[in-house]
Every structure is written in structure tokens, then in C-alpha cells.
């Protein structure tokens, strides 16, 4: 049995990332600053997008959205419930109400054929989850948004590397949200990034992501603009938040951003590993491959445990992995059967059912670019000898 314990997952920082923090931490600007304004300048190029706003977290992006589409009281949202609550949280916050749509049970993505059917004339917004870093049925989900008139929000927080058509998940009319917390792909610890090719929608969501007023501090004070002669009065123009990033966030990010390259082919060898060793082992079922053309970003690898073959519960199944010393995620739940979910919405219980017999099984086995191959083979010997 292994002797040390694999978490399901670890960031990569190296020396790159830690001169670059500390580069920050000596120059005397801390908070939002140069090194966001790179970073938004980066990103935005590296999906091809238009605007890019960053954020002090993913779930921070979705309100920034959210509020700047201006839903209104009763306004539906459509979005899976196989998914984290932050997005779900963040329709309810806006006074918006979620209704959860089904899963295609292979992929695991949004049915779009489900969300049809749940759109009323209530409906404003298709919010999709890009899950696990495949991309979401992108051309049939935009074709709804069309025929009904409804704005497309992609909760793209495992989705940095990932592509639909060739593009970077981001690029084009799209308003995506991406988080770079630190599980995901692209990390800085914490952070966000909203990308939109509406300038509108960009303005707005910089106003409410710094106490709604017109000039960010560090335009204010930053070195560069030290000259007190050109230094403007602030106004305030809406009650916004407080969500911004900061320079040492960003810096971090820069530096991840450059390594995209190289830590998506490492997930990827490691992903092609996994697929191979769990081929034949009965009651491990890898979920499919999209039948659209897409890049996996393989933020997560996960596989959905059969009760009715191994003879235990996937719960049971993970503990038997952890006796192993080898950690897993669960990567979701349903958001419709969390407590307080089943108090506002009781009707989603029962309706969603590919939805709940995928939380049931599914399970994230560990994946980060540092794991090594032997990592993989413990993973998958624990995995043979439980099943
Ligand atoms: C991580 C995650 C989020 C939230 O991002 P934060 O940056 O942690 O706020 C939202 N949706 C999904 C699917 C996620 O995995």
C-alpha cells in the first residue's frame, strides 16, 4: 500500500511563482494595480475575447454578471444542478430564480434538449457549466438563446484550456466566467475572470466590482500616476462591492497563465494513463468524450462508481480509497437536493433523474501536473483491489 497520501489535488507553483509574488511584495503596490491590468490584458488575449474584468473570485464574477444583465424579480435562470452552489447562489442573490435542467448522463454536460423544455416566458438567461473541462453543447445551447432571445452565461471555471470548434472557450459574443480558486487549472489561490465581447457589460461590471465608483484606487495613488496635479476627485454611481484582485494575485497568475501549455499536456498524459489502466475494471465507467469537436481541459477526471456491480456504495468505495491513502473529490452533488435548495424548489426532487444518479456515483480521482506515473498506478491498484 502506498506509505504517503495522494490529495486528489495539488497546485504546481515553482520558483517562477514565488519570484513573481515576491517581486510584488517588495515593489510597495499590493492591492489591484499594474499587474492586474497585465493580467486582464493577458487573459483576455489568451481566449480571444474582447474584455476581460477580472475578480476576487469566480463566484464574485457570476454576481458582477448577473447583476450587470439586470435580471429583475422572477426572472428564470436555466442551469444543471450537477454543479458547485456558487452559480445557483449567485441567481438567487440577484433575486433571479434558478431552474435546474438535466444532464446528458454519458457526458455529463447540460442537455440542451432538457433546457428547452424548461424554457417559459420568464426566461432570461442559459447559464451552462463547461464540466470537468469538456466544453458544454455550445452551437445548440447559442441556437436556444437566439430562437428565444436570452443571453448565454458560461460558468467556465474548469474551463481554462478548454476549446469548442477550435476557440478558446471565452472567445467571441460569449459572457464567461472563469475562476482561478485553487483547485483550478489556471490558479493565483483565489480569483475570477469575466470575459464579454459587450463593452457595456464590461463597464458596468468594473463600476459594481470597486464601491460602484469611477476611479479604481490604484489610478489614484499608483506610482505611475504619482503626479498630484493630475490626480482626479472620485464619484460614486452605484452601490457596488468590493471585488476586486489584487497584484500579488495577479502576478501569480500571470505566471500560471504562461504555463498554460505545459500543465494542460501534463494533465492530459496523466488523464491518457488513467484511461487506459481503468479500461476493463468492472463498475468503473469513464464518462464519454463530447461528440462535438472540443479540447478537454481535464480539469477533473472523474468516473461514475456502480453500486449494483462493486457491491458498495460510492461513499463506501471513497473510504475504501482513503484506507488506501489515496484522496478524492466529489465533484458535485446535486445543488437541487442540498438542504436549502430542497426547501425553495421541492419540485426538482425526482425531475432531474440523470442528474441524481450521476451524484450518486460520481467520484474525482486525483489529477494535478506534479503527479507523477506511479501516482497514477497506486491510484489504479487501489481501484482493482477494492473492485
Ligand atoms: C470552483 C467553481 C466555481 C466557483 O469559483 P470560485 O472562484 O471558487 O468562486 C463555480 N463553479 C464551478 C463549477 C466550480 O468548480
Known amino acids: 500500500m502506498r506509505g504517503e497520501f495522494l490529495p486528489f489535488c495539488r497546485p504546481s507553483m515553482g520558483d517562477e511563482e514565488l519570484a513573481a509574488v515576491e517581486e510584488v511584495l517588495r515593489s510597495g503596490w499590493i492591492t489591484s494595480g499594474p499587474r492586474v491590468l497585465k493580467l486582464e490584458e493577458e487573459f483576455r488575449a489568451f481566449v480571444g475575447a474582447s474584455h476581460a474584468v477580472s475578480s476576487s473570485s469566480g463566484t464574485a464574477g457570476f454576481h458582477l454578471a448577473l447583476e450587470a444583465l439586470k435580471l429583475e424579480e422572477g426572472d428564470e435562470v436555466i442551469t444543471p444542478s450537477l454543479t458547485w452552489p456558487s452559480p445557483v447562489n449567485m441567481i438567487e442573490k440577484v433575486g433571479a430564480r434558478p431552474v435546474f435542467a438535466d444532464i446528458d448522463p454519458r457526458t455529463l454536460q447540460l442537455d440542451p434538449a432538457s433546457v428547452e423544455a424548461r424554457i417559459t416566458s420568464r426566461t432570461r438567461v442559459i447559464f451552462p457549466v463547461h464540466f470537468a473541462g469538456q466544453s458544454a453543447d455550445l452551437d445548440a445551447l447559442r441556437e436556444l438563446c437566439r430562437e428565444h432571445g436570452l443571453r448565454l452565461l458560461e460558468d467556465a471555471a474548469h474551463a481554462v484550456g478548454t476549446r469548442y470548434r477550435d ?69 460614486v454611481l452605484e452601490a457596488g462591492w468590493k471585488y476586486n ?25 496523466l488523464a491518457g ?102 501516482d497514477v498506478s497506486d491510484v489504479v491498484g487501489a481501484i482493482r483491489e477494492i473492485s
Not at 468594473?206 to 460602484?212: K, T
Not at 489610478?219 to 476627485?233: G, I, M, Q
Not at 497584484?247 to 494542460?264: G, N, T, W, Y
Open 167 to 235: 476557440r478558446p472557450i471565452g472567445s467571441g459574443e460569449s459572457l464567461a466566467v472563469f475562476s482561478f480558486q485553487a483547485i483550478k487549472n489556471l490558479t493565483c489561490a483565489e480569483g475570477g475572470m469575466v470575459v464579454t465581447a459587450d463593452a457595456e457589460l464590461a463597464e458596468r461590471m468594473r463600476l459594481l466590482r470597486f464601491h460602484g465608483v469611477t476611479r479604481d484606487a490604484w489610478k489614484r495613488n499608483a506610482a505611475e500616476d504619482y503626479d498630484t496635479s493630475r490626480r482626479e476627485d472620485y464619484d
Open 245 to 269: 484582485l489584487t497584484d500579488i494575485q495577479a502576478a501569480l497568475a500571470c505566471v500560471q497563465l504562461r504555463r498554460q501549455k505545459e500543465l494542460r499536456a501534463r494533465r492530459e498524459v
Open 273 to 374: 494513463l488513467y484511461d487506459e489502466a481503468l479500461a476493463g475494471v468492472p463498475g468503473i465507467v469513464r464518462p464519454a468524450r463530447v461528440s462535438y469537436p472540443s479540447r478537454h481541459a481535464w480539469h477533473l477526471y472523474v468516473v461514475l462508481v456502480e453500486p449494483e456491480v462493486l457491491g458498495r456504495t460510492r461513499n463506501e468505495f471513497r473510504d475504501e480509497l482513503k484506507a488506501r491513502n489515496i484522496g478524492t473529490g466529489l465533484h458535485f452533488l446535486a445543488v437541487h437536493r442540498t438542504t436549502l435548495y430542497r426547501e425553495l424548489y421541492p419540485q426538482y426532487e425526482g425531475a432531474l433523474p440523470h442528474t441524481e444518479s450521476v451524484a450518486d456515483r460520481i467520484l474525482s480521482l486525483p489529477l494535478f501536473p506534479d503527479m507523477t506515473e506511479g
